[in-house]
């Protein structure tokens, strides 16, 4: 599978402010195709305000998130109308958060959550629309005789799982993750992640995943970048940013967390 | 004999921020060429630096100043200075690295994990795994054990498993750490005969072997990273 | 409809013609006039407290208040029928405070107030249908957020409501929402056409009188000007069907109109009877004949539970 050099995302610049405090600041980088993106960094380092800012949430203070589009090329997304950005969202664009429950309808069943995108882009054949939420729920390893189950009668795995599954049911081309498997047990964390890897491979997706975590960083990403206070300090290749990085927060957040 | 890969005065240290910013200087001056077909031991004593050595081959490490260039695609790449895609690209393609860590995700099997390498190449599926089912059966480890993950594996199976992901895809260039360490000797010998036939297709190999008899065996010439050492002619 | 004339001579003289001050008519005629404009659009206005609690049609009452004038004959039907508590109250609110006629008589009224039913026989361009609605929004099912489904319904996001459908087939095996069922109107708004069955869906497309909608408690207005095109929500493999009755009217035989079913003693003896009395009373006078009709008036038989006998 070769990869294309043309950006599919490209941050320029990018600062948010809330008021006098930084959110975080002058962030650039490119995306392209089937790359994965990590980044790493504590607890209010402005790794999730960053994340919310290129996904679309949240307009930054400064800077342009261009994203590449299927029809009309590259655009930048704050200056698509509301109507093209909330369809880019739920088609092309995928978000997985850390609560499977802020990412689901927890009131219907599994497979109205999967099918809901596809409803939401004009799908009208229920035969079809069940048979794409049972091939799904079968990918994500879901048994299918859970199909008309209700989200709240799932593990929490399995939500997260679901979860995955409603948003790649449109076969978007990015996918943004913030910290996927936050709040899981280690053995359930494992099988997430082998499937994430899986399907970020098989699908070519292309995907910025936020997390705490340096091994689930390590194990996902190809490229890293790290943040501190709002800004991205150390930024390249996940096993040499790992392995040897050179800043001095970095340094402390390996030595610090880092087992193996 | 065409070469594959030089280092040119090269010099690595590494900055300590954590403690003191204490900057400990390893290698200075490196010169190093690596030609299709040979197979160069990486020598010195312990701690010398020759596992830093081969991570900085492999772009794991940084360097301070110097180049290393890799032939890629038939062009020859800085790793030094390359994009971190065009190093993804390199290693994908180009360079192999035995590693003394196995570092997978849990619960993927064996199998997939030997075959990974060749199926991200583009080889068919059915065709990947057979051959990593052959690399593994060469390299004794049980059928039984090839569905399961090698993370429950003994250290020495773990390593056969390394080294049979390592060998799967026919690599133009590959790093060797330790490959033979922990093995016995029947394990050993195969390896062995892995190497003679990674050397027979061409391929330019640079290896840190922790035992003579199998440097003597399989190395067409030897590097020894200690001449670099920074201090070293003090 | 134009006229805002008070009449108080012939009205109790205590209240305002209509009950409403003028003003608030007229803020509600605005109302009404953008809610034409935008078909199926849920317009906000300022609902007034009105004599009676919420949930009794104050929404209805309201609207009908700003469009009836001295000259307009009104009916009143709950559940289809005239003679329930809330139609009769209704119906008596108005001919005391604006003193209007009164009818049960669909073709004799140039207003009909509904909650929960069309009349069956078909209305004319002279007639407004006024409906009672206890929820406007359709969205809010799956969306309790207001902005959202207001951007929802500007954005025209509509996959929503076929969750809705897709979950009643997977439970049920086919779509089993029966009243309330959303519709999509003028090919741009979904609309929820209060709870009418869903048997009277397919008399909202194309109708030829104005079709006035209020909710009381959440101060929403919405309409369907005549000959708006209304079409019910559906999948391809499983399209819109209206429910159907083994059984004929026991009283008078009719086998096209919307069936209430009557449990007549404790011995499981039942027997189906139109919704709209006026419907049946009209079908009866013209000689048609249940199989549980015994000549006695209609009604009789519904409360003494003797018909059958």
Known sequence: MTRSHEPLLRVSDLTMMYGDRVGCRNVSFELRPGEVLGIVGESGSGKSTLLRSISAQQEPTKGTVEYHTRIDGIRDIYQMSEAQRRLLMRTDWAFVHQNARDGLRMNVSAGANIGERLMAVGDRHYGNIRNAAENWLDKVEIATERLDDLPSTFSGGMQQRLQIARNLVTSPRL????EPTGGLDVSVQARLLDLLRGLVHDLNLAVIIVTHDLAVARLLSHRLMVMQRGEVIESGLTDQVLDDPQHAYTQLLVSSILQN | MSEMLHAKNVAKGFTLHTQGSVTIPVFEGVEFRLNAGECIALTGESGSGKSTFMRMLYANYTCSSGSISVLHDGDWLDITTASPHAILDMRKRTMGYVSQFLRVIPRVPTLEIVAEPLIALGTARETAMEKARDLLTRLRIPERLWQLSPLTFSGGEQQRVNIARGFIADYPIMLLDEPTASLDTQNRATVLALIEEAKARGAAIAGIFHDHETRDAVCTGSFDVTSFKVGAND | MEQTVNNPLEASSAYNFAYLDEQTKRMIRRALLKAVAIPGYQVPFAGREMPMPYGWGTGGVQVTAAVIGPDDTLKVIDQGADDTTNAVSIRQFFAKTANVATTEKTAEASI????????????????????????????????????????????????????????????????????????????????????????????????????????????????????????????????????????????????????????????????????????CSERQDAGHRGPQHHDQPLGTSHSNGKAAE
């Open chain 3, 112 to 279: 009909i107030q509904t909650r929960h039913r069309i009349p069956e026989k078909e209305l004319r361009e002279d007639q407004i249908l006024v409906y009672q609605v206890p929820i406007p929004e359709p969205l809010r099912f799956l969306e309790p957020r207001e902005t959202e489904t207001r951007k929802m319904h500007a954005l025209e996001e509509y996959g929503l409501m076929h969750v809705k459908l897709y979950e009643d087939i997977s439970r049920h095996g086919h779509i089993a929402t029966t009243y309330a069922y959303p519709v999509m109107v003028d090919d741009r708004y979904v609309m929820d056409p209060s709870p009418t069955p869903k048997f009277d869906n397919p008399k909202m497309d194309m109708m030829a009188a104005l079709q006035l909608f209020g909710a009381g408690r959440e101060k929403r207005i919405y309409a369907l000007p005549p000959y708006t095109k209304v079409k019910s929500l559906d999948f391809e493999d499983h399209p819109f069907e209206v429910q159907s009755w083994k059984d004929e009217c026991g009283m008078c035989g009719a086998t096209d109109s919307y069936l209430d079913e009557v449990i007549l003693d404790d011995k499981g003896n039942r027997m189906f009877v139109c919704s709209d009395t006026d419907y």
């Open chain 1, 175 to 178: 996918v943004f993750m913030d």
